[in-house]
């Protein structure tokens, strides 16, 4: 009898130990500024242990790692955190954007990270709450179309990486700030930037074009122009007017890690 009370205890007490692991392993860990919710399937931006990081939700400059779960955002009102200066929501299932058009916070926000999602197209309204947002990576998804304004509310965007979708044609006014554009391995064949445009870095490297696109006097840049052998060929005779393009493929830090891309807001 004795013995059976034993092995009773012991399977309670080993049933109590992987019920007290499942737990904490659907936990987000917080730490300093970020609280850290990545590859724990969820399904919403919200967590179980939300109290747990009042201190880090306190600070300022809150970094949310969503990254590697099962989000969609569908019918789904984007957290009121007012401090959040950077969202990682890459490898999710988010395939609209509608929740951040619908977001009355992120006055704040700085850094948005959607890259490795089903997106397959951005709406004007989408991004209009994100007056703020300085760094915007869409990259490896399934963008088809852009309507034209997306880009306008986005005063302060430095960072736009729109590289590996479907997109065929690309138009945008370029915001003051921008420095950064990545739109390599889409299928691009007409693409065209208005204002003045002070960027450091285009890459158009990879994609449909016949013909260069039209420039002017504002694009000062270095431009990668690789993966249109042809086209390149026919700038390399005109080395006196396009002397800042390279028709060689650009390799550029890519790797998963936020904080190498990521853009402090002062």
């Known amino acids: 009898m ?12 080993f049933i109590l130990i992987i019920y007290k692991i499942r737990i904490s392993s659907s936990s987000c860990k917080c730490s300093g500024s970020t609280i850290d919710c990545s590859r724990l399937k969820l399904t919403r ?14 600070t300022e400059k809150v970094v949310l790692d969503f990254s590697h779960n099962q989000i969609s955002l569908t019918g789904e009102r984007i957290l009121p955190l007012e401090d959040v ?3 990682d929501l890459s490898y999710n299932n988010i395939d609209q954007l509608l929740g951040f058009g619908q977001s009355t916070l992120h006055s704040y926000l700085s850094n948005l990270v959607l890259s490795h999602n089903s997106i397959k197209s951005i709406k004007e309204n989408d991004l209009q709450s ?12 399934r963008i088809l179309c852009i309507e034209e304004g997306t880009f306008s509310f986005l005063f302060r965007l430095e960072y736009l990486d729109l590289s590996w979708n479907h997109l065929t044609t690309f138009a945008m006014h370029c915001p003051d700030s921008i420095e950064v554009l990545y739109f390599n391995n889409n299928r691009l064949h007409t693409f ?9 870095e285009l890459d158009l490297t990879s994609n449909n074009f016949s013909t260069f696109p039209e420039t002017d006097d504002s694009w000062k840049g270095n431009i990668y122009f ?14 006196d007017v396009y002397t800042n393009i390279q028709c060689e493929i650009l390799v550029k830090f890519k790797a998963g890690n936020l904080k190498g891309r990521m853009v402090r807001s002062n």
């Not at 004795?2 to 007490?13: A, L, R, S």
């Not at 994100?130 to 998804?141: A, F, R, W």
């Not at 065209?192 to 002070?198: S, V």
């Open 2 to 13: 004795e013995c059976k009370q034993v092995e009773y205890f012991i399977n309670v007490i």
């Open 45 to 58: 931006m919200t967590w179980s242990n939300r109290e747990e990081c009042n201190e880090t939700l306190s």
């Open 85 to 87: 200066e950077t969202i």
């Open 130 to 141: 994100l007056s703020s947002l300085k760094l915007l990576d869409v990259s490896y998804n």
């Open 192 to 200: 065209i930037l208005e204002g003045t445009c002070n960027f450091k």
């Open 226 to 239: 690789g993966g249109n052998p042809e086209v390149c060929k026919s700038l390399e005779e005109r080395e």
